[in-house]
Nanobody, 130 residues
């Protein structure tokens, strides 16, 4: 059974930093030329879920315009962990953050659309105060 467990959320003042981590487990053995695309999404109360950052099998990354230059997504394949380093946080970054994953081919990037992902974590809260 595939499991995604987020950690690292919390409260921080505007301009501060947080690092979110997502530990994955249960993915079946990969077929040749396939892997796991990972993404981070967020949802604030009253807002729709939005994609924040994504990373594909070979490490190509995609970011929402609102976080470019401030957030960095990375993966440690040996530990099955995906991280989201968030710097220069703003109050508008306040949301529940979710990790997502899907199997994908090496040439494919799942990007920032939630419908492209099959597995989701339970979320971790990030609160940024002004």
């Amino acid at each position: 059974q595939v499991q995604l467990v987020e950690s690292g959320g919390g409260s921080v003042q505007s301009g501060g930093s947080l690092k979110l981590s997502c530990a994955t487990s249960g993915f079946p053995s990969q077929f040749p030329n396939t892997g796991t695309c990972m993404g981070w999404f967020r949802q604030a109360p009253g807002n729709e879920r939005e994609g924040v950052a994504a990373i594909d099998v070979v490490g190509r990354t995609t970011y929402a315009d609102s976080v470019k230059g401030r957030f960095t997504i990375s993966r440690d394949n040996a530990k099955n962990i995906v991280n989201l380093q968030m710097n220069s946080l703003k109050p508008e970054d306040t949301a529940m953050y979710y990790c997502a994953a899907t199997r994908c081919a090496r040439h494919y990037s799942a990007g920032l659309l939630g419908v492209n992902y099959d597995h989701w974590g339970q979320g971790t809260q990030v609160t940024v105060s002004s």
